[in-house]
């Protein structure tokens, strides 16, 4: 089954303490990106890669750091999180009519 | 820099009718894609349909179909025969570049349909 995984579903952490949220996709996909949604705000996109070991900055990738050292995974990478990236998270991956989305990470920074 | 803008906060039709949600777009790419998708309030993000910009026909995936102008830069959704499971939050994107050649995506703020019975 075609699918895009994402670790945890759901976390609440404390500020500072380093976490890693992972993105996995079975589908060979060379395109992979990450979102936050925020009430209000629609959808933002942090970091995109377009194939291994290519990434590039979204809109807000402040605080945020990945890696694509495999096509399958892309993880996301707070290092020292902060209350204002709490927020709902979503990895995404694919082109054209064949794009899928993970089910999301709830994070909640206190 | 992009920019996607959806001008109906809410919409609401009546069930078995055709909707259309506006998304316009702004850009100085010559290679992009415009993407729609749909948000329940389930939470998960589901794909819809797909336009490049070097794309002549308008895109149609079921009872979806994506009224492409170029010159006027907008990408409207078409909902025909609405469901009540069609109520949800609709997004429109936008991607730089293509398949071989992808970088950001820019989102609308959203569009929440309802459908009535």
């Known amino acids: 089954e075609a699918q895009v995984t994402q670790n945890p579903r759901y976390l609440i952490t404390v500020t500072g303490k380093k976490l890693t949220v992972t993105c996995s996709q079975n589908?060979?996909?060379?395109?992979m990106s990450w979102y936050r949604q925020d009430p209000g705000l629609g959808l933002r996109q942090i970091y995109y890669?377009?194939?291994?070991?290519?990434?590039d900055k979204g809109d807000v990738p402040e605080g945020y750091k990945v890696s694509r050292k495999e096509k399958r995974n892309f993880p996301l990478i707070l290092e020292s999180p902060s209350p204002n990236q709490t927020s709902l998270y979503f990895c995404?991956?694919?082109?054209?009519?064949?794009?899928?989305f993970g089910p999301g990470t709830r994070l909640t920074v206190l | 820099a992009q920019k996607i803008t959806q001008t109906q906060p809410g919409m609401f039709v009546q069930e078995k009718e055709a909707v259309t949600l506006d998304c316009t777009y702004d850009?100085?790419?010559?290679?992009?894609?415009l993407f729609w998708y749909k948000q329940p309030s389930s939470g998960e993000m589901i794909f819809l349909i797909y336009?490049?910009?070097?794309?002549?026909q308008n895109a149609t995936e079921g009872r979806y179909s994506l009224n492409f102008q170029k010159a006027r830069k907008s990408a409207n959704l078409v909902i025909s025969a609405s469901q009540l499971g069609d109520s949800a939050m609709y997004f429109c994107?936008?991607?730089?570049?293509?398949?071989?050649?992808?970088?950001?995506?820019?989102f609308g703020d959203g569009t929440t349909l309802t459908v009535k019975p």
């Open positions: 994107a936008m991607r730089e570049g293509n398949r071989t050649n992808a970088g950001k995506s820019t």
């Open positions: 850009t100085s790419d010559q290679s992009y894609g």
């Open positions: 995404a991956s694919g082109w054209g009519n064949e794009q899928f």
């Open positions: 589908m060979n996909h060379e395109y």
């Open positions: 336009q490049g910009s070097y794309d002549e």
């Open positions: 890669s377009m194939n291994v070991e290519v990434t």
